[in-house]
């Protein structure tokens, strides 16, 4: 009995880890490492400086989009009173849906500044662009994976 407790908090403990914003963040630094050593292996220079340039852009927007949900989640949790958390909640969703936007729009800007007074190759910001993507798809398999091969079927 005392074993299967352990085991279980175990699991719990590796299930609440494994799903970590922070651990996203370093995985889509890891992967756009990989791809920009790749791209410079495989491709040119200009193909790798644009996908590193396109995965920073992509890294920080995630990682403001991040530092804005957990501020706005943890304002929600400090009040008690319903009325006050519910006045919260609302003016706190409309600032961030606001401020995800705003960054929407600066990033293209800032691609759209890119391709035109710069030498950055379309191909490569696309895909520094999709280091987000790629490491949600990562997680979310890895999620499964862990879920399939744990014996909680």
Known sequence: MKKKKKSLKIEGKVRTNFISLRKMQVVS?????LLTVGCL???????????LVGGII?????WLSYRDLTGFMSSLVSSTDVTQREAKAQFGKSGY?????IRIAIIGVVVLLLMKFSSINAF????????IVFTVTFTAVDIVRHYYFSGRR
């Open 124 to 131: 490569g910001l696309i895909l520094g662009l999709s280091t």
């Open 29 to 33: 630094w890891i992967y756009l490492t």
């Open 41 to 51: 292996i495989v491709s040119t220079w200009t193909i790798a400086w644009s996908a």
């Open 58 to 62: 992509s890294v920080l927007s995630f």
């Open 97 to 101: 849906l606001f401020k995800f936007w």
